[in-house]
């Protein structure tokens, strides 16, 4: 008997976490063959290229960088392929200072498929903030 749309989406929101948090917390590059499609599709203008090896390069030089962590997830939510995340990360580049990320993945045949991205520095915005409740 074929999966329910609630049960496909459940195991892709499953997926997502587990592939996030052991690739870019626990910095476990070895794991993208695991967890990424060889055909993987990143729309990040600052990855170089497609595939596993632009994402095991990505890991290399900024996201697994500093100690592990638990990927903090503040929100997630899937509709059909597509996963949602919505996470405060440490900015690799800016040490002591915070990201506002929402990741946005499409998931095909149990790998991860595809990947769009939404990176905001926070720190600097929240002592101006208007708000009570930015970002999160």
Not at 3 to 28: I, M, P, W
Request: net charge negative; with cysteine; charged share 25%.
């Amino acid at each position: 008997m074929a999966a329910s749309a609630k049960e496909v989406e459940a195991r892709n929101k499953e997926l997502v976490l587990t592939a996030y948090q052991t690739c870019f917390g626990d910095h476990d590059i070895e794991a993208v063959d695991k967890y990424f499609s060889p055909n993987f599709i990143g729309h990040n203008p600052h990855m170089s290229a497609n595939g596993t090896e632009a994402v095991k390069d990505a890991l290399r030089t900024v996201w697994a960088t500093g100690p592990k962590k638990k990927i903090d997830v503040r929100r997630v939510c899937a509709e059909g392929d597509l996963v949602w995340l919505h996470i405060l990360f440490p900015d690799p580049l800016n040490l002591g200072k915070s990201l506002a990320i929402v990741d946005i993945f499409r998931v095909q045949d149990g790998k991860l498929a595809e990947h769009w991205d939404v990176i905001q520095p926070m720190d600097d915005l929240i002592k101006g903030s208007k708000n009570t409740h930015p970002f999160f």
